[in-house]
Nanobody, 117 residues
Framework: QVQLVESGGGLVQAGGSLRVSCVAD????????MAWYRRAPGKQRELVAA???????IYADFVQGRFTITRENRQTTIRLQMNSLKPDDTAVYYC???????????WGQGTQVTVAS
């Protein structure tokens, strides 16, 4: 089993920055791949960024160079640095972990990111 604990998020003005973090606890095999997803009100959950088991980084098209995903602390922590935030980035952001991308088995509780216009 893997537990994912997210932190960060909050309220920011458009154009501002936020960072969300996720710490994984458990057998590292089950979080070879880790990612951030988000769900905006009334919309389906969508991938934001991922680091695959091979170490490849994937970003959604809407990121457009504004976000950076990193993995650290002996692979147990992922962070998403979000710059130039837009109101459309308002969503609950979820950390996900799994053996491989995009087959994520474990999910965090979510952290709210709100971007005010």
């Amino acid at each position: 089993q893997v537990q994912l604990v997210e932190s960060g998020g909050g309220l920011v003005q458009a154009g501002g920055s936020l960072r969300v973090s996720c710490v994984a606890d458990g057998s590292i095999y089950y979080f070879n791949a880790m990612a951030w997803y988000r769900r905006a009100p009334g919309k389906q959950r969508e991938l934001v960024a991922a680091i695959t088991a091979a170490g490849n980084i994937i970003y959604a098209d809407f990121v457009q160079g504004r976000f950076t995903i990193t993995r650290e602390n002996r692979q147990t922590t992922i962070r998403l640095q979000m710059n130039s935030l837009k109101p459309d980035d308002t969503a609950v952001y979820y950390c996900a972990a799994g053996v491989k991308h995009p087959e994520y088995t474990f999910w965090g509780q979510g952290t709210q990111v709100t971007v005010a216009s």
